[in-house]
């Protein structure tokens, strides 16, 4: 085996085990989705599903035919005579009657009553679905907050570890002089102090992380100590190159659906029905035959036609009522569009500004650190005090500092329209 194909072999297999045993970085996606799915309103469109289930089972249930069972028991104190007598015939009807039946019926024709109400059914079901879908976007700007507030204090953080590495190396130079008596004790204090300052800065960093990533791990249901790796998010899509996808915007049109389909129940309320029925029972006296004064059962069959056919506009007013309603609904849904499209200009304006900050940061910090360079060259001959080494070592961490929080302001304002436009999140 060739040198060439062993580095190959060594390099592929050490990749291989960091990838399976390394600690894997957190995604601002992979928070989205853990967050979703560990806040309990996600669990609330199963819950929906089966109310609407449950609903449309009990409107099925109301075309099948019904049985009622009925008892009655009454006592008057006057009953039918007549004002002659009738020879060889003597009327005596009791003054209390007891009466006990079963009554079917079967809607024959309801006039589409049925259907109209599985259609309102469903489309509240699509409504409160999609509110899920709103408040669950919501939770996207509390990941954002805190996801973003701990990556800035990670990339900060990386930046104060290098200039302590760096504090660190310059010291143990600046001791090797002192020994052969090149450089006084007194710069070697003053480095060390710095690292005291610079380790306190990287312990407040930490503490403040922590913090930030309990929080994080109590949205997404998950443990973040102060070893957990977030990722800085690399967007494929630029600001404003997307037309709004908010959950609002389909929330709006469903609300306006839901509201057209209460017209279909209108109609049908003011169509004719029929419906077969039967009634049986036994009843003292006989109650089809009053002459008859013994218990008697009796039954009763037929078909019962119903149209309401005026009803002094009554429907045309409450088809009013829902065009007004579904204008309501068209008027919140355009200004909420207008307020997105306000909202358009200033990301653009906010990503620009930091874009150019960032170029400028990269700039300063790559001469802050050529500035370094040449004082570290200059403490080591003893052109240069620690003081003046110190005070440009303060200025190129400041550099890079700034270009990181930019870094990260420019990731967060992105992530940020992307919630605001309702970009997908992956």
Known sequence: MSATIRTIFTASLLLFWSNLFGQTATTLQDCYRLAEANTAIANNPQLFEKI???????????????LQWNAKATWQNEVFGLPFNIPGVELDIPKYNVLTNLEASYVLLDGGLAEAKKIVEKTKLAVDNQSVTVELNKLREQVDRYFFGALLLQEQSKSLELTLKDLEAKTTQIEAAVRHGVALESEVLKLKVEQLKVRSKIEEMGSDRRALLSVLGSLIGQTLDENAKLEVPSWQLAVGSQQSLRPEI?????????VMASSDMIDAQWKPRVAAFA?????????????????????IGGVQFSWKFWDWKQAEREREVLSVQTQLIENQKQTFTQTLQHQDGKFREDVAKLQNQIRRDEEIAKLQAELLKQLSSQLENGVATATDYLL?????????LAMEAHRVQLAQAEAAWRTWVGAAKD
């Open 279 to 299: 009634t049986t029972g036994v009843g003292y006296p006989d109650p089809l035959n009053f002459f008859d004064d013994k218990i008697s059962p009796y039954f």
């Open 392 to 400: 440009q070592s303060d200025a190129e961490l400041q550099a890079r």
């Open 250 to 258: 389909t929330l709006f049109d469903l609300q306006k659906k839901q």
């Open 52 to 66: 609407a289930a449950l609903k449309l089972d009990n409107i099925d249930a109301s075309r099948l035919p019904t």
